[in-house]
Nanobody, 127 residues
Framework: QVQLVESGGGLVQAGGSLRLSCAAS????????MGWFRQAPGKEREFVAAISRNGIYTYYADFVKGRFTITRDNAENIVYLQMHSLKPEDTAVYYC????????????????????WGQGTQVTVSS
């Protein structure tokens, strides 16, 4: 089992940057594909980014490509989401999640395949 705790959210002006962190418990962090999702008020939770177990392969939703970067540190059991050029429409609660994966270079994009979720961290971008 993996427990996930997000941090780093806050209030930022449009065009600003934030870095979200997600700390994972347990000794099997490197066995999981890690993902970031977000949920805005009144909307469904949506995929933002994912990173493979070995940290080499990543995938992004179109609306964050070129602005957000997902990385992970398997020695420290942490996954990050660096966000630049933030827009008001990025306002949401951001969640990190973990999905089991057999292959070190695979990715998981479907929300339903993520088994473990953090409690979320609020990101608010003012115009």
């Amino acid at each position: 089992q993996v427990q996930l705790v997000e941090s780093g959210g806050g209030l930022v002006q449009a065009g600003g940057s934030l870095r979200l962190s997600c700390a994972a418990s347990g000794r099997t962090f490197s066995s999981y594909v890690m993902g970031w999702f977000r949920q805005a008020p009144g909307k469904e939770r949506e995929f933002v980014a994912a990173i493979s177990r070995n940290g080499i392969y990543t995938y992004y939703a179109d609306f964050v490509k070129g602005r957000f970067t997902i990385t992970r540190d398997n020695a420290e059991n942490i996954v990050y989401l660096q966000m630049h050029s933030l827009k008001p429409e990025d306002t949401a609660v951001y969640y990190c999640a973990a999905a089991m994966a057999n292959l070190p270079y695979g990715l998981v994009l479907s929300r339903g395949e993520y088994r473990y979720w953090g409690q979320g961290t609020q990101v608010t971008v003012s115009s």
